[in-house]
């Protein structure tokens, strides 16, 4: 796929995101083709790629962002408004892939978009998952390694030591 997108400038393969399917299905995000059957007003976790970003002056003298992505499923708006702008501008400019929260706006008036609350480079939170994963099999490994006593004889580990071994030190019960 790497091939394809410095050769093409696009996959032929498959979707980028489709990689990460099993990732993104445990962070809990909503796939695109999902949104259309949500209510309005409802919290939402995705993910997609960046297509294209545009920042008008509003009516009301304010700056908007609408930020275009597409997931394995398609494109899906996104809506920054200037208050959540300064903290999602500098994530907006740098990365690729987003994992954005926010509420579905689904209604007749507006339409289908998301109302961005936070918006996350994807590949730095799937790269923090996947540290955090390494770190639970480092700790379940130190875990075993604690269970193992010390007896007389030296290391044995708790589940292959054979019945009596490592009891000799404990006095017989006299009486």
């Excluded at 809506?79 to 509420?103: H, I, K, Q, W």
């Excluded at 875990?143 to 490592?166: I, L, M, N, Q």
Aim: proline share 6%.
């Amino acid at each position: 796929m790497r091939s394809e997108l410095d050769l093409l400038g696009l996959t032929v393969t498959c979707h980028p995101l489709a990689l990460y399917e099993p990732a993104l299905t445990r962070l809990g995000v909503t796939p695109s083709w999902q949104l259309p059957q949500l209510g309005d007003e409802v919290p939402v976790l995705v993910a997609g790629v960046y297509k294209r970003a545009q920042n008008p002056w509003m009516r009301s003298g304010h700056r908007t962002m609408f930020l275009t992505l597409e997931d394995a499923y398609g494109l899906f708006e996104c809506v920054l408004f200037e208050s959540r702008l300064p903290a999602c501008a500098p994530v907006v400019a740098r990365a690729t892939y987003f994992l954005v929260r926010g509420r579905l706006q689904n209604n007749r008036k507006r339409g289908l978009a998301i109302v961005v609350e936070d918006i996350w480079d994807l590949e730095e939170v799937l790269a923090e998952e996947a540290e955090r994963e390494g770190a639970v099999k480092i700790n379940q490994a130190a875990r075993e390694r604690r269970e193992e006593e010390v007896y007389a004889d030296g290391f044995v580990s708790g589940r292959k030591r054979p019945p009596g071994a490592g009891t000799a030190a404990i006095p017989k019960k006299v009486g």
